[in-house]
């Protein structure tokens, strides 16, 4: 029986989709190993289906070369299995987008997110009422250390299926910008809309991640601003979307929301950001040592643990420096540092220039705005987060990629831009 090109597309992205929607539930489990399958799905896109056009774009050949960067430093690297391991993650990911998708896959790829993203936030709710939930009743459907996630229950924290408070928070982002990007589809949000979008800012200030709710503003700023919605109405009222909530759960409708604040009141007198500036001056440290192409990627746990051994839970630091830009001048230097920049601000211009496009049209403008936001998602929350060392945060942004890629080569072939080189 001869498999349809539409069949194997929708395979990659069903594959796809249980990476970037996995976080720390059980769908975490082997999931680089799915990672390698998208890889080889795209192999198959490259050659058999003769998708090359992809390589033509200027944001896959940035792309390229990070990717060759991280695979010719994996013998300067001071831990070389980490820095090959990552290097073919991104391969594989970038490989992905060879397999030509069409406004139905991206449709398909976006309504799944949706569903989930609902999913996760009626169980963060869910936990609110049911401490015990998921560590005593649905215990094998997190993958997160059950003890962990009753410490932070303890102190008001929930992250409900997600399995842990920055993948929830992170998901909360991801589903505001898919509602705000509906604008697109009716030239206004309808009133379910806006429903969703207060249930999930009241599920992020559950999870009590001070950044991500940060972001969470500036995506709703980012709608108001691409928009052009110019009335006070209406910037008032997507502004309730925020405060509204805010002053609910604060005036205590939900007590437990407050931690949140309470984390931001903290956060504001200490001079450490949040005993963040230790591993930052470290990062400083390596980069000074080998400015130029740095010690691999992937490599700061390692190198800080023998010479600082620092002591975390009981065992040596693990968990990154929470800045990527940081980590990444240790680890690249100012080669790969620069590489990486470049190629995320050739993107983030590009997808914006193709959104104010005169003749995209209202479903090309969706995907676009989507595509923008998780970008800026991405690229903020790195500032504070782990992201671009999160397999299913590193393919959401991937998926950014891929939705725009969608978008320019439909511009493409209907003829409305007469060269693909330009983006």
């Not at 058999?48 to 060759?68: E, P, V």
């Not at 408070?165 to 806006?194: G, P, T, V």
């Not at 407050?258 to 990062?283: A, E, H, M, P």
């Not at 211009?349 to 995907?367: A, E, H, N």
């Amino acid at each position: 029986m001869k498999i349809s090109f539409r069949t194997i597309r929708r395979f990659a992205l069903i594959i796809f989709l249980t990476i970037i929607l996995s976080g720390a539930s059980v769908l975490s489990y082997i999931r680089v190993p799915r990672i390698w399958l998208c890889g080889i799905l795209g192999v198959l896109g490259l050659f058999y289906l003769k998708s090359g056009i992809t390589i033509r774009l200027h944001t896959s050949k940035l792309w390229m070369m990070w990717i060759a960067f991280l695979f010719i430093t994996i013998m300067f690297s001071y831990v070389p299995g980490n820095t090959l391991k990552a290097a073919i993650i991104y391969l594989c990911f970038f490989l992905l987008a060879f397999l030509n998708y069409n406004e139905e896959d991206m449709l398909f790829l976006i309504k799944i997110i949706r569903i989930c993203c609902i999913i996760f936030a009626l169980s963060i709710l869910i936990s609110v009422l049911i401490p015990n939930l998921f560590t005593d009743y649905f215990p094998f459907l997190i993958a997160t250390n059950t003890n962990v996630i009753r410490t932070e229950i303890s102190e008001g924290i929930y992250s409900g299926l997600a399995g842990e408070k920055s993948n929830a928070a992170f998901y909360m982002n991801i589903a505001i910008a898919l509602e705000l990007a509906m604008f697109n589809l009716y030239k206004k949000l309808k009133i379910k809309n806006y429903i969703y979008i207060a249930i999930y800012i009241i599920a992020l200030m559950l999870t009590g991640k001070r950044t991500l709710l940060f972001v969470s503003f500036l995506v709703i700023g980012l709608a108001i601003k691409l928009f052009n919605i110019k009335s006070k109405p209406a910037k008032i009222f997507l502004g309730s979307l925020v405060a509204v909530p805010i002053g609910l759960l604060v005036l205590g409708f939900i007590p437990q929301a407050q931690i949140v604040i309470k984390r931001i009141i903290q956060y504001s007198s200490d001079t450490t950001y949040n005993g963040r500036k230790l591993f930052w001056d470290f990062c400083l440290y390596m980069f000074r040592n080998r400015w130029l192409i740095g010690y691999g990627y992937d490599t700061f746990n390692e190198v800080f643990g023998d010479i600082v051994h620092y002591i975390y839970d009981g065992a040596l630091w693990n968990m990154y420096a929470h800045n990527i830009y940081y980590e990444l001048l240790a680890e690249t230097g100012v080669v790969g540092f620069t590489i990486f920049v470049a190629a995320a601000a050739y993107l983030m211009v590009k997808s914006i220039k193709c959104f104010k496009g005169k003749l995209v049209t209202d479903i090309q403008k969706f995907f676009l705005f989507f595509s923008i936001a998780i970008q800026m998602i991405f690229l903020v929350y790195g500032v504070t987060g782990n992201v671009i060392y999160a397999h299913y945060e590193l393919g959401f942004y991937f998926a950014a990629f891929i939705i725009y890629k969608t978008v320019v080569l439909k511009l493409y072939k209907d003829g409305i831009i007469n060269s693909v080189s330009k983006f």
